[in-house]
C-alpha cells in the first residue's frame, strides 16, 4: 500500500487516495483495452497480409480447402462416370473427354455457388 500506512495507526484514511488510483489505472487500462480489440476487429475484417488473427487465417483455410475439394470432386466423378462409359460402350477417350469436361464444369459451378459468386438454384 502506501507509506504512510506504516507510520500512522489508521490506514483507513491513506486506502481512498489509493483506491481513486486504483480506479483510474482500471479505467485506463479498460480504455486501452477497447481500442485494441476495435483495432484488431477492423484487420480482421480486411484481407489478411499475413499478420492477421489465427483463427480467421484457420478459418480462410478451411474455406479455401472446401472449395478447392469440391472442384476436384467435380473433375474426379465426371472423369469417373466418362471412364465407366468408355468401358461399357467402347468409346475409348470420347466418353473420359466428354465427362471430364463436364465434370470441370460442375466443379466450377459448384465452387462459385459456395463462394456466394453465383446464385443458389435449388428452388429454396
Known amino acids: 500500500m502506501a507509506e504512510g500506512t506504516d507510520k500512522s495507526g489508521n ?3 491513506d486506502k481512498s487516495p489509493d483506491e481513486a488510483a486504483l480506479s483510474a489505472r ?3 487500462l479498460d480504455q486501452r483495452l477497447s481500442e485494441i480489440r476495435d483495432s484488431r476487429k477492423i484487420r480482421t475484417d480486411q484481407p489478411a497480409n499475413g499478420s492477421g488473427d ?3 487465417r484457420a478459418s480462410a483455410m478451411a474455406r479455401g480447402f472446401r472449395l478447392s475439394s ?3 470432386a467435380g473433375v474426379v466423378v465426371g472423369a469417373a462416370i466418362g ?3 468408355d468401358r461399357l460402350l467402347s468409346t475409348s ?3 473420359l473427354i466428354v465427362f471430364f469436361l463436364l465434370g470441370f464444369v460442375a466443379g466450377v459451378i ?3 455457388r459456395s463462394a456466394g459468386v453465383a446464385p443458389d438454384r ?3
Do not use: D, K, Q
Open 70 to 72: 469440391e472442384l476436384i
Open 122 to 124: 435449388t428452388g429454396r
Open 93 to 95: 477417350p470420347w466418353g
Open 83 to 85: 471412364w465407366g462409359f
Open 11 to 13: 490506514g483507513s484514511r
Open 26 to 28: 482500471l479505467g485506463s
Open 110 to 112: 459448384n465452387v462459385m
Open 54 to 56: 489465427g483463427a480467421a
